[in-house]
Each structure stands twice: as structure tokens, then as C-alpha cells.
């Protein structure tokens, strides 16, 4: 059973257009996240939710816009999609405690066309 | 802010042989914790260890082992009796360690594994 999954797994579209990417974790915990790796590999938080409750809001443009309907949900919408917006998007969960690792998901390629 | 370096962008090592990758970070916290990531051509994010900021003893997972000197904020991991497998994106990574605290990632190096 995957731990955390993230739909799509891929995703390609048009500048300008609108898309949302899903993330369940089936962990039983209280944290998400979303991470954006760019062409480079380099990894940055985007976003963190606890238990349904925004935590992080790492100077993302508003037009990324996260939801967590439940604490084992987290999605991600994005408006007027930008071409540099094309990049790994990681989904990851972990325990609300001190130093616990995050598990992440396999990643959603975004790619703007 | 905190930082992260890795100040190898590539690595590489004969297979059976043993690597050191090097990974330096910035913070003026007391408290923290630290993580090696492993990113295969897969994709896929794989937790190789971690280390408690106020434990002195070093983190050890089969064949990989970190070298944590608190004092230097230096976090090196060291891969014995290399595998083709090991082939992947090694990264380190830095957390305060609040519930919801983000990671802060280097930016990573590629090793290679050479038959």
C-alpha cells in the first residue's frame, strides 16, 4: 500500500490554465507538505498544514492556493499556470512531534507549454 | 535563515569501495535535527538517516553512517561497500524540529557508482 500518494503523476498544459494536483497519505499523521523541486533538483518548501491548519506559507504567489479537506489531504491548485511554474511537485506527511522524517510522495512532473 | 551547502555537486566511487559525501549547514539554534535523503532516477524521496542535534553519537543505518560534529555544523555521510544501487541524488537536510517545521535542503550531490 503507498504511503503517500500524489495524482497525477505527470501533468502537462498550456500556460494560463488552471490545474490541482492531490496528495492522501494513509499514515495516520497530522502533518502535510508540498515542496517544489526545480530543474535544478533543488528543493524548497512551499507549504506545510497541520491537522487541516495552514503552517507554513513559504512567500508562494497567491496563485498557488493549497487545501487540506481532512488531515490525511492536501491538494494544490494552481491559477494561471506560469512557464515557470514547471517543475517536481512533492507531496510529503509526517507526525506533529519534534524531528520526525517526512515521507513523501513520488512527485507530479509538471511541465507548461 | 538557516542554510544548508553541499559543496559536491557529483561524486564518484567504485562499486564495494567507500564515500564520503560532504554536507555543512548554518543555524543558531541549539536544538535541531538533520536528515539524509536519497533521490533515485526514480523520483522518489527515501529517508537514508537521521541525526538528533543533541545526541553526540553518530547516526548509523547498515551501511551508511554520518560523521556529525556539532561544533563545525558539519553532517557528512558515509557510504561503505558502495552498491550499484546507491547510484542516486543524495541530500542533506536541516529542520528546527517544530510539528510542522519545513526541511531546508542542499542542493544535493549526484553520486555515480562505477562497476
Known amino acids: 500500500d503507498t504511503a503517500v500518494s500524489q495524482t497525477p503523476k505527470y501533468l502537462v498544459t498550456q500556460m494560463g490554465n488552471d490545474k490541482s494536483i492531490k496528495c492522501e497519505q494513509n499514515?495516520?499523521?497530522?502533518?502535510m507538505y508540498w515542496y517544489k523541486q526545480d530543474s535544478k533538483k533543488f528543493l524548497k518548501i512551499m507549504f506545510s498544514?497541520?491537522?487541516?491548519?495552514?503552517?507554513i506559507n513559504e512567500t508562494v504567489p497567491n496563485r498557488f492556493s493549497p487545501k487540506s479537506p481532512d488531515k490525511a489531504h492536501l491538494n494544490l491548485h494552481i491559477n494561471s499556470l506560469e512557464l515557470g511554474d514547471s517543475a517536481v511537485y512533492f507531496c510529503?506527511?509526517?507526525?506533529?512531534?519534534?524531528?520526525?522524517?517526512?515521507?513523501f510522495g513520488d512527485g507530479t512532473r509538471l511541465s507548461i507549454l | 535563515a538557516q542554510t544548508v551547502t553541499q559543496s559536491q555537486p557529483e561524486m564518484s566511487v567504485q562499486e564495494a569501495e567507500t564515500v564520503t559525501l560532504s554536507c555543512t549547514y548554518d543555524?543558531?539554534?541549539?536544538?535541531?535535527?538533520l536528515f539524509w535523503y536519497k533521490q533515485p532516477p526514480s523520483r522518489q524521496m527515501i529517508l537514508v538517516i537521521r541525526?538528533?542535534?543533541?545526541?553526540?553519537q553518530n547516526a548509523t543505518e547498515n551501511r551508511f553512517s554520518v560523521n556529525f560534529q556539532k561544533a563545525a555544523k558539519s553532517f557528512s555521510l558515509k557510504i561503505s561497500d558502495s552498491q550499484l544501487g546507491d547510484a542516486a541524488m543524495y541530500f542533506c537536510?536541516?529542520?528546527?524540529?517544530?510539528?510542522?517545521?519545513?526541511?531546508?535542503f542542499g542542493k544535493g550531490t549526484h553520486l555515480i557508482i562505477q562497476p
Open positions: 510529503a506527511s509526517s507526525p506533529y512531534r519534534e524531528g520526525q522524517p517526512q515521507h
Open positions: 499514515l495516520g499523521h497530522d502533518t
Open positions: 498544514y497541520n491537522n487541516k491548519e495552514l503552517i
Open positions: 543555524t543558531s539554534e541549539s536544538d535541531y535535527y
Open positions: 541525526q538528533e542535534a543533541y545526541k553526540q
Open positions: 537536510a536541516y529542520t528546527m524540529g517544530g510539528g510542522a517545521d519545513g526541511l531546508t
